[in-house]
């Protein structure tokens, strides 16, 4: 079994900056991917990024630029850097591991983004 805990996220102004991290406990694997989902209120939840253990990302198109997500392998560590932020932004933000074929899920972090 695997447990994901998110640091605590918060509210911003447009235009700010803010990070979040996902660290991971348990039985971890090598290799396994990370990553950011979303979900706003009345929406479905949409993938912001995504990190291979060997450090391969990928992006929804509308954080490319502004967000970075990148990884700490020694401690189990996800980081979601947000740059720029919008008030689109605004939605809870999830951690994601998949596993030897099983997805694991963070609780959820809120961001909130004020314009």
């Known amino acids: 079994q695997v447990q994901l805990a998110e640091s605590r996220g918060g509210l911003v102004q447009a235009g700010g900056s803010l990070r979040v991290s996902c660290a991971a406990s348990g039985n971890i694997f090598r290799p396994n991917s990370m990553g950011w989902y979303r979900q706003a209120p009345g929406k479905q939840r949409e993938l912001v990024a995504t990190?291979?253990?060997?450090?391969?990302?990928d992006y929804l198109d509308s954080v490319k630029g502004r967000f970075t997500i990148s990884r700490d392998n020694a401690v189990n560590t996800v980081y979601l850097q947000m740059n720029s932020l919008k008030p689109e932004d605004t939605a809870v933000y999830y951690c994601?591991?998949?596993?030897?074929?099983?997805?694991?899920w963070g609780r959820g972090t809120q961001v909130t983004v004020s314009s």
């Open positions: 990190i291979t253990w060997g450090g391969t990302t």
């Open positions: 994601n591991m998949n596993q030897l074929g099983a997805v694991y």
